[in-house]
């Protein structure tokens, strides 16, 4: 999630969550990163989110923040262990950057001569930590701006994804970077606002109800959470950029 005012994730989590055991098969583990400030409020469990007294925190705690990563694992490399769990956390420039990936990458051994190397054993945090290492080779001491950064993770991205499947989020809380590499859905909530109700629980809200009308939302995920918005699908290769609650910029 992408807002431009701090927002709570109750409402998209609460059916989120469900697909970690009940609605879907990716019960090996989830997490959760909320950035507030300079800081990051991070959580992972190895059990379902579904069976997690930390996932129920999160959806009674409306923790609010302007950039979230989440998700849920269905293990298809490394064991069922915590460390194993996404989304992943490393530090750069003086920032937090947080990320998490959905697929599965085959063939995959990229040399890491630099600062990061992964804790856990997944083909997501060794994807992380090479990407981590050719940002800081390729800018320096310097942070970029968006469009740099934009341009170096479309490159990389289209690198990694050619040894399988690459949908991946990173953000340092200023942008959310996204790259699709076979499904991915978004949707910008604004004024006015309508009420949704979630595909995978009996939850809806009326968000005119809980929000101003300067508000703005942006939320990405594999698969559509609402079943009565209109959601709008990611072309495979296709990176997009979100800023303050809207895409910021799309590269095809």
């Given amino acids: ?125 060794l994807a992380f930590c090479y990407v981590m290492q050719e940002m800081r080779r390729q800018f320096g001491d310097s942070l970029p701006g968006v469009t740099e950064m934009a341009a170096f993770l479309r490159r990389i991205g289209a690198q990694i994804a050619a040894h399988g499947t690459f949908n991946m989020m990173l953000s340092n809380g200023e942008a959310l970077f996204v790259h699709c590499s076979t499904t991915l859905h978004y949707i910008v909530r604004q004024y006015p606002f309508t009420t949704a109700t979630l595909s995978d629980e009996d939850v809806a809200i009326d968000f005119s109800e809980v929000t101003t009308p300067r508000d703005k939302v942006a939320v990405i995920v594999t698969e559509p959470l609402t079943t009565n918005e209109n959601w709008t699908a990611f072309l495979p290769g296709e990176l997009k950029v979100f800023v303050d609650g809207d895409v910021w910029r799309e590269l095809a």
């Fill in 1 to 125: 999630m992408n807002c431009n005012t701090p927002t709570d994730i109750v409402f998209s989590f609460t059916g989120f969550a469900m697909r970690g055991g009940t609605t879907d098969e990716h019960k090996d583990g989830w997490g959760i990163a909320f950035f507030e400030g300079n800081g990051v409020r991070h959580f992972v469990d190895h059990q379902a989110a579904i069976d997690s007294p930390i996932a129920e925190l999160i959806k009674r705690y409306p923790i609010k923040s302007r950039n979230v990563i989440a998700h849920i694992r269905k293990a298809t490399q490394g064991v069922v262990s915590l460390e194993n769990c996404h989304p992943f956390v490393r530090e750069c420039w003086g920032r937090y950057w947080v990320f998490a990936h959905n697929g599965d990458l085959k063939d995959f051994a990229p040399v890491l001569d630099g600062a990061y190397h992964p804790v856990g054993s997944t083909d997501s945090e």
